[in-house]
């Protein structure tokens, strides 16, 4: 069975510094995919940011990027110059490439910017 | 374009009864999907229909069952409702394959169950 570990459950961080959320998980799986959601107040989940597990260079989305440590089985989350709208509960997510179209959560951490 | 619709927002039940929740996919998408959020456990996959048919369930009891109707649209019935059941329901679509798109969500229903 596959697992998403996400070890530290809240953080915060000043506004305009850089963040990273950790993640790990556990597969005997080598074609999969990553996944980072972000949940703010509003309930809505997000796609952040997506990571094919075959490509070797991390994935970036303007402020976003990942890094993505295959062999470690580790896939953090970098978040530069944070912003107040940065505020959210935050997902990591995987999923296996064969067509079960379902994705395994980890449990969140909750990320607050301060002004 | 019209995101995920998912209602009610809220649903207060009391235990033993039926819940009935519904979704509405982003226009042209076949697929939905059923995540419970249940506090401090992170979202749990429920179910998966696609084309009317159910392709896919997560370890939850046979009480949770759900129908996908010709216009995509989605119910999720919940029987004999526990105490335990009380969570946030994520509904999703998406425009291909969840790994090349990922999920849309809507912004869920909160059901509890008292």
């Known amino acids: 069975a596959q697992t998403v570990t996400q070890s530290q459950p809240e953080m915060s961080v000043q506004e305009a510094e850089t963040v990273t959320l950790s993640c790990t998980y556990d597969?005997?799986?080598?074609?999969?995919?990553l996944f980072w959601y972000k949940q703010p107040p509003s309930r809505q989940m997000i796609l952040v940011i997506r990571?094919?597990?075959?490509?070797?260079q991390n994935a970036t989305e303007n402020r976003f990027s990942v890094n993505f440590q295959k062999a470690a089985k580790s896939f953090s989350l970098k978040i530069s110059d944070s912003q107040l709208g940065d505020t959210a509960m935050y997902f990591c997510?995987?999923?296996?490439?064969?067509?079960?179209?379902?994705?395994?959560f980890g449990t969140g951490t909750r990320l607050t910017i301060i002004p | 374009e019209a995101g995920v619709t998912q209602s009610p927002t809220h649903l207060i039940k009391t235990r033993g009864q039926q819940a009935t929740l519904r979704c509405s996919p982003i226009?042209?998408?076949?697929?939905v999907y059923w995540y419970q959020q249940a506090l401090g456990l992170g979202l749990q996959f429920l179910l998966w229909?696609?084309?009317?048919?159910?392709?896919n369930r997560g370890n939850f009891p046979p009480r949770f069952s759900g129908r996908q109707f010709p216009n995509y649209s989605s119910e999720l019935n919940v029987n004999a409702l526990e105490l335990e059941d009380s969570a946030l329901y994520l509904c999703?679509?998406?425009?291909?394959?969840?790994?090349?798109?990922?999920?849309?969500f809507g912004s869920g229903t909160r059901l509890t169950v008292v």
């Open positions: 999703a679509s998406s425009r291909g394959t969840v790994a090349n798109y990922g999920y849309t």
């Open positions: 597969t005997s799986e080598n074609n999969y995919y």
């Open positions: 990571q094919e597990a075959y490509k070797q």
């Open positions: 997510a995987f999923m296996i490439d064969f067509g079960n179209e379902k994705l395994t």
């Open positions: 226009s042209g998408h076949t697929s």
């Open positions: 229909y696609d084309e009317g048919e159910e392709r």
